[in-house]
């Protein structure tokens, strides 16, 4: 069993700036990708930013170069930094991972249970 727990999420302005973390924990050989996806009300999830193990990224056009992805191996987690914040940013957002679990060393994808991110002023 993996478990994938999500904090930092809030009220912020626009402009505004919020980290996300999401720490990995359970049953875990290796972590491959980690990344984050959100849903906003009465749209479909969609992709966020991903990172592989060796440090990868991949971005949604719509927050490039406002948002950055990274991860610490060791500690299972990874980070969303959220800078320049636009309403249409509000939604909730999920962590994934791709783990491989102990001891079949089987790989699956998990998610966290979501955090709210809303941009208002």
């Known amino acids: 069993q993996v478990q994938l727990v999500e904090s930092g999420g809030g009220l912020v302005q626009p402009g505004g700036s919020l980290r996300l973390s999401c720490a990995a924990s359970?049953?875990?050989?290796?972590?491959?990708?980690m990344g984050w996806y959100r849903q906003a009300p009465g749209k479909q999830r969609e992709l966020v930013a991903t990172?592989?193990?060796?440090?990868?990224?991949n971005y949604a056009d719509s927050v490039k170069g406002r948002f950055t992805i990274s991860r610490i191996n060791a500690k299972n987690t990874v980070y969303l930094q959220m800078n320049s914040l636009k309403p249409e940013d509000t939604a909730v957002y999920y962590c994934?991972?791709?783990?491989?679990?102990?001891?079949?060393?089987?790989?699956?994808?998990?998610w966290g249970q979501g955090t709210q991110v809303t941009v208002s002023s």
């Open positions: 990172i592989t193990s060796g440090g990868r990224t």
């Open positions: 994934n991972a791709e783990v491989t679990v102990i001891p079949d060393s089987v790989s699956y994808h998990y």
């Open positions: 359970g049953s875990i050989y290796s972590i491959n990708a």
